[in-house]
């Protein structure tokens, strides 16, 4: 069972496209206990959560209390666990990433390579990269397989591609990129043009890294790759089965975005999990999304994520026009990339591609 435990909306950064609302009110020691034992309470063979915030290392010391007291209760239970944090990693230490690599804890930074100083600051507008050079070579060195998450907002777009290359060179070898999503974002035709246009710079620049010793894995495009190889869907949405996130308060939804919301609360970690409420939400989300009837690409698509069709339109199942346009650019790169590692015969793209055919 894998629960997401939203610590805090509080944050010490300000980042341009930021949709928390900051309040301080912060996930008690004692309801983060009761989840760890809501989470063992299941009887599932792998278990984990995923810290998520504002910023989760504001609540340092409840992660690890969390990370310990899972331990203790797993002494009974024999489970795999595994955890992951997303963080803007000015608060990261070297005892801390310690503890996380004791328990098998993913850090993911938040980082926009050469955007960074325009799009995530202190509240007072002040850039942040100078202050993270040091935590990023700890970070590094202790988790070298460690992901750099990157947001564009659209008056940035032409920059994304050269700032992936920066993340790269700077020794993050996972990188993944994301668009601002907020519902009144500012993205218009040319941008998504622009956007286009980086995603097929990268597209060869991906292509040219795939064989280096140190491989550059460029997420977005290496996951529509393997599912188009593996003949499987891109994503799996189990709405309120898959990752359920629970709040700083104790509640319980079926996933990020509809954190808070009453009608979509469906239990707390004293009284556990509605099973009715859950399966009533999950129901409704597996109705087909209209507008994408007969696309070809519907497989490959994020089109089915509730959360992200939800936090744009309002409705879990009507698509914001930018995630579609957004979703074929990705797909059409993605399917370039693969093209040019096919026709150089790259190795390691011959390997996975033999091994997903064989299948
Ligand atoms: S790091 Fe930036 S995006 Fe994340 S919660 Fe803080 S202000 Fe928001
Ligand atoms: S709603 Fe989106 S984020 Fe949530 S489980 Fe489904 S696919 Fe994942
Ligand atoms: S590309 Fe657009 S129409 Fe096709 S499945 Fe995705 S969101 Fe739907």
């Given at each position: 069972m894998n629960f997401t435990l939203h610590?805090?909306?509080?944050?010490?950064l300000s980042c341009r496209y930021c949709y928390e609302k900051h309040s301080h009110a912060r996930m008690s020691t004692e309801t983060a206990l009761s989840a760890c034992e809501l989470m063992f309470s299941?009887?599932?063979?792998k278990n984990g959560f995923s810290f998520f915030g504002g910023e989760p290392l504001l609540c340092r010391k409840t992660i690890i209390r969390v990370l310990e007291y899972c331990e203790e209760l797993n002494r009974a239970h024999g489970a795999s666990l595994s955890y992951k944090m997303t963080t803007n990693?000015?608060?990261?230490d070297e005892a801390f990433i310690e503890t996380a690599n004791r328990h098998k804890l993913e850090i993911a930074l938040s980082h926009d390579g050469v955007l960074q100083d325009a799009q995530r600051v202190?509240?007072?507008?002040?850039?942040t990269s100078r202050l993270l050079e040091p935590k990023i070579d700890l970070l590094l060195k202790l988790q070298p397989n460690a992901i750099a998450m990157m947001t564009v907002l659209p008056e940035n777009v032409g920059r994304l591609a050269e700032s992936v290359e920066w993340l790269y060179a700077r020794g993050f070898s996972r990188v993944n990129t994301a668009i601002?999503?907020?519902?009144?974002?500012?993205?218009?035709d040319n941008s998504m043009e622009e956007l286009d246009a980086q995603y097929g710079i990268l597209a060869e620049f991906c292509a040219s890294h795939f064989?280096?010793?140190?491989?550059?894995?460029?997420?977005n495009f290496e996951s529509k790759i393997a599912c188009h190889l593996e003949s499987r869907s891109c994503i799996e949405c189990r709405l309120g089965y898959k990752q359920p996130s629970i709040a700083p308060d104790g509640s319980i939804y079926p996933c990020n975005q509809f954190l808070n919301i009453p009608e979509y609360r469906i239990g707390s970690?004293?009284?556990?999990?509605d099973e009715q409420a859950r399966e009533r939400i999950y129901q409704m989300s597996?109705?087909?999304?209209?507008?994408?009837?007969?696309?070809?690409l519907a497989k490959r698509c994020?089109?089915?994520?509730a959360c992200l069709n939800f936090s744009m339109t309002?409705?879990?199942h009507e698509v914001p026009h930018v995630q579609c346009v957004h979703e074929q650019s990705v797909i059409q790169n993605a399917d370039r990339m693969a093209e040019l590692l096919y026709e150089r015969k790259s190795p390691r793209f011959m390997r996975v591609y033999s091994k997903a055919s064989n299948k």
């Open positions: 610590l805090t909306a509080d944050c010490n299941y009887g599932h063979k990693g000015l608060l990261l202190f509240p007072d507008g002040r850039g601002d999503c907020r519902p009144n974002n500012a993205w218009d064989d280096d010793e140190r491989p550059l894995h460029y997420l970690v004293s009284s556990g999990i597996l109705l087909p999304e209209a507008s994408c009837d007969g696309c070809t994020r089109h089915h994520c309002g409705n879990m």
